[in-house]
């Protein structure tokens, strides 16, 4: 199996393993984004933008928020976005490690 191909599959079949954590954080950012909605009284569309931007830890800086609550759920959105880098990066590192690894004989 070539070294791209063998990667996606650790990659994914790691990934899946753990789809409930991975897609509970993602739903936690959409959730995120209502409460951004809510407390800043913007559209869902912008808020949810806001809050991947934020969540990604790329800031743009285009929207911020202005309420005090608006700020400590922005800031909740980027500790979590670090959680969902870091989840994301420890898969690829994993599934790198199995990828340059010698396939075993299974006989």
């Known amino acids: ?5 063998r990667f996606n599959h650790y990659f994914f079949h790691a990934l899946w393993k753990i789809r ?3 897609f509970g954080l993602f739903a936690w ?3 995120n984004a209502a409460a951004i909605v809510y407390f800043e009284k913007m559209p869902f569309a912008d808020a949810l933008y806001f809050t991947f931007v934020t969540g990604l830890t790329i800031g743009y800086g285009d929207i911020a928020p202005v ?3 608006g700020r400590v759920v922005a800031i909740l959105t980027g ?6 880098t ?6 690829a590192v994993f599934a ?4 340059m690894e010698p396939p075993t004989d299974s006989h």
């Open 96 to 99: 790198l490690r199995q990828t």
């Open 20 to 22: 409930v954590i991975f």
């Open 29 to 31: 950012l959409v959730v």
């Open 86 to 91: 870091g989840l994301v990066t420890a898969v």
């Open 67 to 69: 309420t005090l609550l």
């Open 1 to 5: 199996m070539p070294g791209l191909t």
């Open 79 to 84: 500790l979590l976005g670090i959680l969902t």
